[in-house]
């Protein structure tokens, strides 16, 4: 099962070493696939029982872009996984284009990707979420080996209110018709509903947010998965 944690704009170099630390314990005697998208400040040598992804980057080598993260950065710490398409990155106008030209440059790196798509609720509440979330998807290589999809319906990003597990089984089957690539459900995943959530026909895993910032809330979110 995969548990991924996304730490956002979150955690120091000195406390994510902290962080990792602690996890690294737990993970050593885990079968869960754990990874943590950390702050590029935090960026450590990939040497844990977990793995550490990034949550952003540029489709360069490096070169003349300032304040961006080129794959030369990323190789320097053997990350090998990222995440392209966050509703957080999108907000900050990171369109279909650049979203699309991210994709090919991390499958030309064989790199993991973890691909996010989500709907805001005025479309949700507009019945045309599949539609949205379809047109999202396009330009992106279904059939690359190493992507991941991740569901994380907007209006339930850091508002506590998660999907209930009726929408959520809905539009993992309907992305298991586009996809056979492994789908993952993020939007105020936690301890109290992390488990129903997991045993969704189609759901892969998770991806959570506020519940992994605090490595001991996060640990203890992963000690109560059955």
């Known amino acids: 099962m995969r548990i991924y944690a996304n730490l956002k704009c979150n955690h120091t170099r000195k406390s994510f070493e902290n962080y990792a630390k602690n996890l690294d314990k737990f993970c050593k005697n885990s079968n869960l696939e754990v990874k943590v998208f950390a702050p590029a400040s935090a960026f450590m040598e990939n040497k844990f029982s977990f793995k550490i992804g990034a949550q952003n980057f540029y489709p360069c080598e490096n070169g003349n872009f300032t304040g961006e ?77 190493n992507l991941i999809i991740a569901y994380e319906p907007v209006w339930a990003i850091g508002t506590g209110k998660s999907a209930n597990l009726g929408d959520i089984d809905e539009i993992l089957d309907f992305l298991r018709t586009l996809t056979k690539a492994p789908l993952l459900y993020g939007g105020s995943v936690n301890e109290s509903n992390i488990n129903e959530i997991l045993k969704i026909k189609n759901c892969g895993g998770a991806l959570v947010g506020s519940a992994s910032y605090e490595v001991d809330g996060f640990i203890n979110l992963l000690k109560d998965i059955k």
């Open 69 to 145: 993260i080129g794959f030369e950065m990323l190789k320097e710490f053997d990350i090998n996984s990222i995440l392209i398409g966050h509703s957080e990155r999108r907000i900050l106008g990171e369109d279909n284009d650049l979203l699309k030209a991210k994709f090919e440059f991390a499958k030309d790196k064989s790199l993991n990707i973890v691909f996010c798509v989500g709907e805001n609720l005025e479309i949700k509440n507009s019945g045309k979420t599949k539609e949205f979330l379809a047109a999202q998807l396009q330009g992106v290589d279904l059939s690359y080996e």
